[in-house]
């Protein structure tokens, strides 16, 4: 069966979900587009065919009985009461991260959905790269051995994205700068690589060099995980050029007892287990940050997850515990000291 999908917020991530579902014939058709800048949603619906409409009003969406599911791509403080909704109309629910404002509107986001008995998952993209899951397998295979380390990094230039004034620039409407925005995805990515993340200890910095932004943009964590593990991280929007020689400027070094992977130049890989990785480092040619694919692979999940009714990668459930880092996280700024992670 075909399901028939609104999109809800037509802006960058609207329009990722917007090609994954038209890489989807098989399963979704998109009908309407919805955005609260009518030529916005003009422009999406035209893009994706002639039967596609356009609309300013979301409930519109949410209201018409042919619409089974729909991808939420609106600004943060939008998403519980948009999402909410659409779980009482009995919709299927693909959110863009973060799931919400905090840690409490993503438990009631959770709740709904189970009451609904629909699929809602939210959109962690990093988790349907296919670098990802190879090197996800070869940790499953204990290629490495048993981490006992992580660092990830991740650089942009906010104003170079965005225009002053854009929501992502107001702690009122993103409920966060770069910690809830970007390294969201980082701890998401190490909570799927390496296991749960117990303990955080934070510090955060606004740079000024970001115009109007009245929220994080640079953080430094240090981590320490359920298995043992420790990591840090480090995350800015205010680098005026990129350190790290990756394509999206992010890094990922994980330290296992038996070898180590990372991403710089490509994904490498040392063992001393596996004899095909026990020369030094192995460049595993693998693509590198294929973002477009991950979008269509993450939709394409979603899709077949209302198919088969099997819970998502990246379900509401498990997306708790990422938000429970990030809300320890702030905690941690908050407190001054180190901040246990509790999801329940």
């Not at 998403?79 to 409490?104: I, T």
């Not at 939210?122 to 490495?144: C, M, S, W, Y």
């Amino acid at each position: 069966m075909i399901l028939e999908i609104g999109i809800i917020g037509c802006g960058l991530m609207g329009q990722q979900h917007a090609e994954g579902y038209r890489a989807a014939p098989d399963l979704a058709a998109v009908r309407v587009c919805c955005d609260d800048r009518a030529d916005s949603a003009r422009d999406l619906a035209q893009r994706l065919g002639s039967d596609v409409t356009a609309t300013t009003d979301w409930q519109a969406v949410l209201d018409d009985p042919a619409i089974a599911a729909v991808s939420i791509c609106v600004p943060h403080h939008l998403h519980a009461p948009v999402v909410q909704a659409a779980l009482d109309a009995g919709k299927h629910v693909l959110l863009e991260k973060p799931m919400a404002l905090n840690l409490a509107e993503a438990r009631t986001l959770v709740a709904a959905a189970e009451r609904a008995g629909k699929v809602f998952m939210v959109a962690q993209n990093q988790r349907f790269l296919p670098e990802h899951t190879h090197i996800k397998t070869l940790l499953d295979d204990g290629v490495i051995g048993s981490i006992f380390a992580a660092r990830v990094d991740g650089n942009q230039m906010l104003s170079r994205i965005y225009p002053p004034g854009h929501w992502l620039f107001s702690q009122a409407t993103a409920g966060g700068g770069v910690i809830r925005t970007t390294a969201i995805h980082k701890f998401d990515l190490l909570r799927y690589l390496v296991g749960e993340i117990r303990r955080v200890s934070a510090f955060m910095k606004i740079s000024g060099l970001n115009p109007g932004m009245d929220c994080d943009d640079v953080a430094a964590i240090s981590l320490e995980f359920d298995n043992g593990a420790i990591g840090e991280a480090f995350f800015t929007f205010a680098a005026h050029r990129v350190p790290i020689p990756t394509a999206t400027g992010e890094l990922t070094v994980l330290y296992g007892d038996q070898g180590m992977l990372h991403n710089v130049g490509g994904w490498q890989v040392y063992s001393q287990v596996d004899e095909r990785y026990s020369s030094g480092l192995t460049d595993l040619g693998l693509p590198n940050a294929d973002y477009a694919l991950s979008f269509r692979n993450e939709v394409r999940h979603f899709l077949e997850c209302i198919a088969t009714g099997r819970e998502p990668l990246s379900s509401g459930h498990d997306n708790l515990r990422t938000m429970a880092v990030i809300e320890a996280i702030y905690e941690s700024i908050e407190q001054g000291c180190a901040v246990a992670v509790e999801a329940e």
